[in-house]
């Protein structure tokens, strides 16, 4: 079963359209750093128990560290304030403000642990199953364009759809190995390194 995307987007929907303060005048601490703490728990509500490896369904077990992604978030969110405090009218250097929003969503994964059922084909059971190689370090870039396009849409009710759209885009690109028992005609089955890519 996929993470719960809508569920995110339903939680964020009212933050980002009313609960949430965003002034530039306003303290970060008082209003970016509780945003990033609400991304990273919704978003870790979306994945747990439910986000696994595409399309065998690997769950998700241990490894994904929330605090990651939310000092990444709260990074991005005082540069974003830091410049619009430049005068005359502020400065926005757009993307680079995002890139530790996107590295911290990406670094979140980087000891991501899956359940070593299913077996992956054609292997037969896991020996000892899945190892995670990379977290999808290459959609950073990515990532940190669609999230300054979230949070440039004009839009409250576009910005946590379109971060989803990033979010899934870069889970596509977590990858790894299977390291399964594969059948050998007339012999025991050979530990096998079968490649995966993907969760979703």
Do not use: R
């Amino acid at each position: 079963m996929p993470a719960l995307w809508p569920g995110f987007t339903a939680a964020m929907n009212p933050w980002f359209c009313g609960n949430a303060k965003g002034d530039t005048d306003e303290d970060w601490q008082a209003a970016g750093a509780p945003t990033a703490k609400k991304i990273a728990d919704e978003y870790e509500l979306a994945i747990t128990g439910l986000a696994g490896i595409i399309p065998y369904g690997n769950l998700l077990s241990s490894g994904w560290v929330k605090a990651t992604m939310e000092s990444g978030w709260k990074t991005s969110f005082k540069l974003v304030f830091d410049s619009a405090s430049i005068p005359p009218e502020g400065l926005d250097i757009g993307v680079p403000n995002w890139i530790p929003a996107a590295t911290g969503t990406v670094n979140a994964w980087a000891s991501a642990q899956y359940q070593p059922l299913p077996p992956h084909p054609p292997s037969i059971a896991p020996a000892p199953g899945v190892t995670q190689l990379d977290p999808g370090a290459g959609a950073i870039p990515g990532l940190a364009s669609t999230i300054n396009d979230a949070f440039h849409s004009n839009n409250c009710a576009a910005i946590a759809p379109i971060l989803v759209s990033g979010f899934v885009q870069h889970l596509t690109m977590i990858s790894g190995i299977y390291t399964g028992l594969v059948p050998v005609p007339g012999g025991p089955p050979i530990p096998t390194p079968i490649p995966w890519m993907g969760v979703s």
